[in-house]
C-alpha cells in the first residue's frame, strides 16, 4: 500500500478535548449497517470474478489490501446478523482474490498480506473452514521474513526496500501475531508480538503525546514525523489491545489511551475524524475506528475515557449518516461530513462501513441506545 499521500493529509485537525453531545436521536444502527454493508456487497462486488471493484461505478482496477477490509466487513456484518447473504461471500471471495493475485495471497508488501491473513483468520475463527486457516498461516510465514536488524529491529514495508521500517508494516503485525497466539497457543506467536509492540513503541511512538510517527529511514535514520495517520494511530491502539487481552496488563491499554486520546483531539475537524483524502487514505479512518471500539469494549478501560469514547464514535457515525451519506444508495465519501455524491471509492466505502458497523456493535452492546 503506498503511503506517498498528498500533502493534504499531512497536517492535522483541530485541537479539540470537547465532543459535542449527540443531535439525533432514533437512529437504529443495526439497521444503519444493514443498509451500509448490503451496499457494500450490491454496490462493489464483482460477480464475474470475485472480488470487489475499485469504485461504486464498477472500476475494475485491482487494489489488493482493501479486499481485506471488504471481507472483514461482511465478516463484521454476518456475527452480526448471522444472515447467509454475507457469509455467501466468503468462498467466492477466497477463490476471486486469489486467483485475481495471482493465484497465491502472497504480496511484495508486507502489510497488505497482514491485512488478508487477519481477515482469513477471522473466518477461519467464525467458519472452522480449513482454507482460511492455511492462508493464515502461511501467509504469516512470508510476513515473518520481513524482519531485520536495520533501524533496530520491524517489519519492513515492501520486499526490496529493507531500509524503510513503517508502522503500517508493524501494527498490523503485533495484532495478527498476538491474535495467532490467542487461537492456537504456540508461544512463537506471542514472542514475535512482544518483539514487533516493543520495537514500534520504542522508535515510531511518541508515548509523551500519543503520535505514531508514519516511518523510520534505517539508510539516513530519519523518522517521519510529519505524517501522522489515524491508520497507524489505529493499529497501535489495536497492537496493545490485543496485548492486553494476554498479559491482563493495564500498562498496554494506558499505552492505547494515551495513542486514543491524541486521534479523537487532534486528527479530527469540529470532533469528526478528518477527511485523509481518496485512495488509500480513504481506508484510514475506518481501520482506527475498528481497533478505537475494540479499546471501548476492554472491562477495565477507565470508565471516563469510555465514556469520551463512545460519545465519540455516536457523534462521528451520526455525522456521517444525516450528513455524509448519499441515500438511498447509502455511499460515503472521505469526509463524513459531506456527501460523496452518486459515484465513490472502494476505500472510502469501506471506512463509513466499518464506523457504522462499529456504532452497531455498540448499541448491540448496550453502550449507545437508538
Known amino acids: 500500500m503506498a503511503l506517498l499521500l498528498p500533502a493534504m493529509l499531512i497536517s492535522c485537525g483541530d485541537d479539540e478535548s470537547i465532543v459535542p453531545e449527540p443531535e439525533e436521536e432514533g437512529i437504529d444502527w443495526n439497521e444503519a449497517a444493514n ?7 450490491n454496490s462493489f462486488w464483482n460477480s464475474e470474478e470475485k472480488w470487489f471493484y475499485y469504485d461504486s461505478n464498477g472500476k475494475a482496477d485491482w487494489n489488493y489490501w482493501p479486499q ?16 447467509p447473504r454475507y457469509s ?35 473466518v477461519w475463527q467464525d467458519t472452522n473452514d480449513p482454507k482460511f486457516k492455511e492462508a493464515t498461516l502461511q501467509l504469516w510465514e512470508y510476513i515473518k521474513t520481513g524482519w531485520n536488524d536495520n533501524a533496530g529491529g520491524g517489519i519492513t514495508w515492501k520486499k526490496g526496500m529493507e531500509w524503510s521500517k513503517n508502522a503500517c508494516s508493524n501494527g498490523p503485525a503485533c495484532i495478527l501475531a498476538a491474535r495467532l497466539y490467542q487461537e492456537f497457543g504456540d508461544e512463537s506467536y506471542k514472542e514475535w ?8 513503541k520504542s522508535t515510531l511512538v511518541n508515548m509523551n503525546n500519543g503520535m505514531v510517527y508514519d516511518h523510520i529511514n534505517s539508510e ?23 496485548l492486553y487481552k494476554i498479559f491482563n496488563e493495564k500498562a498496554y491499554l494506558n499505552d492505547a489511551v494515551v495513542v ?38 476492554q472491562d477495565r478501560l477507565d470508565a471516563s475515557a469510555k465514556k469520551r469514547y463512545i460519545q465519540f464514535i455516536r457523534y462521528n457515525a451520526e455525522v456521517l449518516w444525516t450528513q455524509g451519506t448519499t441515500k438511498p444508495a447509502i455511499l460515503f465519501g472521505p469526509n463524513w461530513s459531506v456527501k460523496p455524491g452518486s459515484v465513490t471509492g472502494l476505500p472510502e466505502q469501506l471506512s463509513g462501513c466499518m464506523l457504522i458497523e462499529a456504532a452497531a456493535l455498540l448499541q448491540n452492546e448496550g453502550l449507545i441506545t437508538p
Open 35 to 41: 443498509l451500509s454493508s448490503m451496499s457494500l456487497a
Open 68 to 83: 481485506a477490509h471488504a471481507l472483514d466487513v461482511l465478516t463484521d456484518a454476518w456475527l452480526r446478523t448471522n444472515d
Open 88 to 122: 455467501a461471500y466468503f468462498d467466492n471471495w477466497y477463490a476471486g482474490v486469489k486467483a485475481r493475485n495471482g493465484n497465491t495471497f502472497e504480496n511484495d508488501f508486507y502489510d497488505d498480506m497482514e491485512w488478508i491473513a487477519l481477515a482469513t483468520l477471522r
Open 193 to 200: 508480538a512482544l518483539k514487533i509492540y516493543n520495537w514500534e
Open 220 to 242: 539516513t535514520g530519519e523518522i517521519k514525523r510529519d505524517w501522522v495517520f489515524t491508520y497507524n494511530q489505529g493499529t497501535f491502539i489495536g497492537s496493545a489491545v490485543e
Open 260 to 297: 486514543a486520546d491524541y486521534t479523537t483531539s487532534s486528527l479530527t475537524n469540529n470532533s469528526v475524524l478528518k477527511s485523509e483524502g481518496t485512495g488509500d487514505g480513504g481506508l484510514f479512518k475506518g481501520i482506527f475506528i475498528r481497533y478505537f471500539t475494540d479499546l471501548i469494549l
